[in-house]
């Protein structure tokens, strides 16, 4: 009786706990659901997702650095969601305009040097993280079977990085974006066979103009925050499917 | 991995939370402070008609850049190979890392019992490193 009682008082000061409370709080909106909630029981479902433990790290740096990369690019990515939105509301996407609508973004609208500024050093920290993330899943083989499709997904999502930085880099219209392009896009006339045609297609004509910025301006803000975001989809619920792989 | 049955990870919620969360604030004053301190750069108007004399792209694809650079020694082979050999011989790279785990097929994850992958590796680092570095000044 004595040890049942001492249990209760425990149970009650985990129940007061800040994080119980606001657990309770979570849980409620098991309420928005209606009926759906009779059959999958919201607060069931919220407590099982919180109480799934992460694994294991024995060293500091794995703990709280290196198993973090991934979340960290994800983090990143979802930063350059919300400055490239806050952008977009002031750029416009022109030759004659592009690179005005910059200049005024730095220097007349209220933080937006800082908008700017966080936009782009997050791709760069992002890029950073992102071939870490991949040196680590490599060094301690979790690209193995059964997760080998998944290290495929990640591929992906690490090429639509690099097309993110590469459009990205045209839409200042500034004289080093522009030359940087015409440079890039040049490469891609080497492709046998297809090369020219494909090269022509990227840029919209012959050389770098307003249709290639257009196009890159869609590809960068439309086309391919669609796709990372079905990859990221595919990526994090294989995760869910197979499990963080156990630590060495 | 037995091991991992006796210790058990640490909840989600709220240690994991935490940690993340502390993670991300740390992730916003990086990004803060670099935004003040060295602000984006702000170059001059794209001019279609003056070509300036150092095109170089950003620091991630100088790999790429100097890889073609150096394809252009291959011009004895003819005057299609350097281009075209730069640039396949950089997508047979990617196809290679992309289907890393189909062509590695052991099921062996500890590093130094997979002395040839970890090898592999760590020269591709050192070679991106350097390629880099030298894109940069070249």
């Known amino acids: 009786m004595d040890i049942e009682e001492k249990g209760s008082r425990k149970r009650d000061i985990e129940k007061r706990t800040l994080f119980r409370e606001l657990f309770n709080i979570f849980s409620l909106t098991g309420f928005l659901y209606g009926p759906l909630d009779e059959r999958l029981r919201f607060r069931d479902a919220l407590e099982k997702q919180l109480k799934k433990t992460t694994p294991h790290y024995r060293f500091f740096i794995e703990r709280n650095f290196l198993a973090c990369l ?68 490599f060094a301690v083989g979790a690209y193995k079977p059964p997760r080998d499709f998944n290290w ?48 022509y297609f990227v840029r919209g004509g012959p050389q770098v103009s307003q249709l290639a910025l257009t196009r890159f301006f869609a590809l960068h803000v439309v086309i391919l925050p669609g ?13 869910r499917r197979q499990g963080i792989s156990d630590p060495l | 991995m037995k ?12 240690h994991h939370v935490l940690k993340q969360l502390i993670i991300i604030l740390l992730i916003f ?15 001059i108007k794209a001019d279609p008609y003056s070509t300036p004399e150092h095109i170089k792209p950003e620091w991630y694809f100088l790999i790429s850049y100097q890889l ?8 004895f082979l003819g005057p299609w ?25 052991g099921s062996e994850r500890y590093p130094h019992k997979r002395p040839i992958a970890i090898i592999l590796g760590i020269l591709g680092v050192i070679s991106f490193i350097i390629l880099t570095i030298w894109g940069h000044y070249s």
């Open chain 1, 152 to 199: 495929s997904t990640g591929m992906t999502l690490l090429l639509l990085t690099f097309t993110f930085g590469f459009s990205g880099y045209l839409l200042p219209w500034s004289q080093i974006s522009y030359w940087a392009t015409t440079v890039g896009t040049d490469s891609i006339g080497a492709i046998p066979f297809i090369g020219e045609a494909l090269k």
């Open chain 2, 3 to 14: 091991k991992n049955e006796d210790i058990k990870g640490e909840p989600f919620f709220p």
């Open chain 2, 81 to 105: 190979a350097p281009k075209v050999i730069g640039v396949l011989g950089q997508g047979i790279i990617i196809a290679i890392i992309f289907f890393l785990p189909f062509i590695d097929r």
């Open chain 2, 29 to 43: 004053g990086l990004l803060i402070a670099l935004a003040t301190y060295i602000p984006a750069p702000m170059e």
């Open chain 2, 68 to 75: 073609l650079k150096l394809a252009e020694k291959l011009d």
């Open chain 1, 227 to 239: 796709v990372t975001f079905i990859f990221l989809g595919l990526h994090f619920l294989m995760i």
């Open chain 1, 70 to 137: 991934g979340g960290i690019t994800f983090i990143l990515f979802l930063i350059q969601l919300l400055t490239g939105v806050l952008l977009l509301m002031y750029y416009r996407p022109t030759v004659a305009e592009a690179y005005e609508s910059i200049v005024e973004i730095t220097n007349n609208i209220h933080f937006g040097w800082l908008i700017r500024g966080m936009h782009h050093w997050a791709a760069n920290v992002m890029i950073i993280t992102v071939i870490l993330h991949i040196l680590r899943v």
